[in-house]
């Protein structure tokens, strides 16, 4: 199994990653009702959380991402009117390798239930050193079991 990512997009969410580069970027992949994929991407309020709340959220924005409510709010509106749909989420590590995090997991899983809060997507991870991108990968919920999965990367047009 893969997951395939045209070569536009893939260059869009690498250099967003690169731009907000010492700190993590994050954003959506959405597929709009004509069956464009676009890149969507979101602010990054781990900073302005990390300040607020030190305690509750200890990492700042070099080390973990949380997506701006107000706008994950708007494209969930949107997918709900049917006028998109989603097709992953993603975010950088900035001077780490890509791989799927326990903290991603956690924020990825509703916790109850160990089931994904958005079933069926992938999640892509951008590693990010000195600035320059260094890999991309995906992952995506297995069931049997109940763990992110590594899945290859296709690149096409």
């Known amino acids: 199994m893969s997951v395939r990512l045209p070569s ?25 009702a004509d069956g464009r994929l676009t890149v969507r991407r979101c ?19 070099r ?8 706008e994950l709010l708007a494209i969930t509106r949107e997918v709900d009117r049917g006028a998109a749909s989603l097709s992953a989420i993603y975010h950088s590590h900035p001077d780490h390798a890509a791989y799927f995090s ?18 069926g997507l992938a999640y892509v991870v951008v590693s990010v050193r000195d600035g320059r991108t260094a890999d991309v990968k995906a ?16 690149v096409g047009e």
């Open 43 to 61: 602010r990054n309020v781990q900073n302005e959380l990390h300040a607020q709340d030190p305690a509750e959220h200890p990492r700042d924005a």
């Open 139 to 154: 992952f995506e919920w297995e069931a049997e079991s109940s763990e992110f999965v590594e899945r290859a990367v296709e």
């Open 8 to 32: 536009a997009i893939l260059g869009d969410m690498r250099r967003h990653a690169e731009e907000t580069y010492p700190h993590e970027c994050c954003g959506v992949l959405i597929e709009t």
């Open 63 to 70: 080390t973990a991402y949380t997506i701006d409510a107000q």
């Open 102 to 119: 326990a903290e991603d997991r956690t924020r990825a899983v509703i916790e109850e239930w160990d089931e994904p809060i958005y079933p």
